[in-house]
DNA sequence: AAATGACAAAAAAACGAAAAATTGTCTATG
DNA sequence: CATAGACAATTTTTCGTTTTTTTGTCATTT
């Protein structure tokens, strides 16, 4: 039930789409497709020597995503500055629209990378795994056992030995 | 090296702290206690009948989670609507803080519960799993090979057969 | 069919001023 | 020692206005 079929010729990787079947596939509007191609949002990978558009997969995926995240409360204006700032941070990437699980929250966009979850704008990450703070804690406890404590308990920097993942 | 002991009567969990002792453990200020206290984000659990405070375990928790999502760029007033949002949501919870995972990203809180993502003053929720766009489009290109391509193709809500985590 | 251009409506961002909240410091009290 | 109160400095929010961006619609062109 799940295999992804490609008989024949017919491979989908190779298959270019009109902005007819991009905008009936994606649902992005004719005016959003031609603006957002204008401002270099979303460039159509190939075109017709007479300047037609001729979407890719992987812009149709990048439009299924920028859409999707427009429909989730995400202005395009965020949207364009968070993939200004993700193809700083991650220069490989030619397209992060397509090669990379985005998670918008209305006011900002996560980017899923190797594991790690981080902002696109800021680059900044923080994770909050609560049981780390209970063996801080059970550390603590230890040291204020032997001398009746005083000095710093909580140097920011912690090295986690007995790693949990806790999300 | 990972054991977390608890010898003899000296149970964490029963254990009461200071307000001194919890400004050591959390690193929160002096003032920062007291104005948490006063306006009810961390009321310590206990007290004694002088109505000095005395700080549980859980309690440190939420006070090194506050302080740490303060640090992380977080204002006291949003901490204070994302709780306040968050109770609501999920009213079972006491003491959000204490009890769950949550990422902050400058501008926003998001909160990890039960395998979701979602920001804690919408409740708002969104994950992006590029792989699912891909079955979706290659489902779309063997609708359009049958009959040539009319009518909606991308039913918002998409029944996912051949689930696939992405993430 | 598809791209382009022009115009207007709608949505979002930028900006600045005023109000409110938070925190530090110091003093007094129990 | 811990709490409470007063005061001021700093930080955040809020609000209203202006500017910019985005989108729809329609007409024109290729």
């Known amino acids: 039930m799940c295999y992804h079929s490609q008989k024949g010729g017919n491979n989908l990787m190779a298959t270019v789409f009109t902005s007819r079947q991009a905008i009936q596939i994606t649902g992005v509007s004719q005016r959003q497709l031609a603006y957002w191609r204008k401002i270099g949002l979303i460039i159509p990978s190939q075109q017709t020597p007479g300047g037609h558009a001729r979407y890719t997969f992987p812009d149709l ?3 299924k995503t920028a859409k999707r995240l427009i429909d989730a409360g995400v202005s395009l204006q965020k949207l364009r500055k968070s993939i200004t700032a993700l193809t ?3 220069p490989h990437l030619r397209q992060p629209l397509s090669e990379l699980s985005l998670l ?3 006011d900002v966009i996560l980017v899923f990378h190797e594991g790690a979850v981080f902002e696109t704008l800021t ?3 923080w994770i909050l795994p609560i049981a780390q703070f209970q063996r801080e804690v059970t550390q603590q406890q230890k040291q204020q056992g032997l001398a009746s404590g005083q ?3 909580f140097p920011e920097a912690n090295p986690a030995q007995c790693h949990e993942q806790g999300i």
């Open 61 to 63: 995926i990048a439009l």
């Open 88 to 90: 700083r941070t991650l």
């Open 104 to 106: 918008a929250t209305g």
């Open 123 to 125: 680059g900044q990450e």
């Open 151 to 153: 000095g710093e308990l």
